[in-house]
C-alpha cells in the first residue's frame, strides 16, 4: 500500500506544502467571493498554458524525428490557435472549456453505459447490465443539468479548493517537525570512533 503522506514528507519541503496550501485556500475563497472574475483569470492562466505547451510541441515536432511527429506538429498548432484564442476572448474560454469538459464526460457515459449493457446481454452478467444502466442513467443526468452544472462549477470548485488549502496546510504542519528533525540529523556532524 503506498503511504501518501510519506511520499510528500520526503519529496517536498514543509513550506512548499503550506505555499500550496495557502494558493488552494485563497483560489478557492476567490472562486466563491468573485466567481466570474476568477473564472475569468483561470481561463487567461489555461490560455497562456496552451500557448506554451503548443509552442513547446511544435519546437518538439521540428527537433526530432519519429513517427509522432506529424501529431506533434498538430498538437502544437492547436495548442497555440486555442491558447491565442483563449487568451484573446477569455470569456469563450472559461464557458468553452467546462463546457466541452462537463460535455465529454456525459458522452463517454452514454458511450460506456452502452457497450456494458451490450457485454452483459452477451453473457456479461446483470452487474454489467447494471453498470451500463448506471453509466446512462448518470450521462442523461450530466446532458439534463447541464446548465446546472456550468453556473455551480465555480462554487464547486472554490470549495474544493478550500477545504484542499486546509488540508494542504495541516499537512504541511505536521510534516514540518519531521522534516526539520532529518535536517538536523544531516547537519550535525558523525562522530568516528
Known sequence: MIDAFNIVQRRQAWWIVLLEGIAAFLLGL?????????????????GYY???????????????????????????IAGIIGG?????????????IPSILILYLAILCLLHGVTQVISGARGGGPEAV??????????????????????????????????????????????????????QQYRTPQTRT
Do not use: N
Not at 30 to 46: G, H, Q, R
Open 30 to 46: 476567490y472562486l466563491i467571493i468573485s466567481p466570474f472574475k476568477a473564472i475569468i483569470l483561470v481561463a487567461t492562466a489555461i
Open 50 to 76: 496552451l500557448l506554451v505547451m503548443g509552442i513547446l510541441a511544435l519546437v518538439d515536432a521540428f527537433s526530432h524525428e519519429g513517427p509522432s511527429r506529424g501529431w506533434k506538429a498538430v498538437s502544437g
Open 84 to 96: 491565442i484564442l483563449v487568451i484573446i476572448k477569455p470569456l469563450l474560454g472559461a464557458t468553452l
Open 130 to 183: 447494471g453498470v451500463g444502466i448506471l453509466s446512462i442513467v448518470l450521462s442523461v443526468i450530466l446532458f439534463i443539468v447541464f446548465p446546472l452544472l456550468l453556473a455551480a462549477l465555480p462554487f464547486l470548485l472554490g470549495i474544493c479548493g478550500i477545504i484542499g488549502g486546509i488540508l494542504l496546510t495541516a499537512m504541511a504542519f505536521r510534516i514540518r517537525p519531521q522534516q526539520l528533525q532529518t535536517q
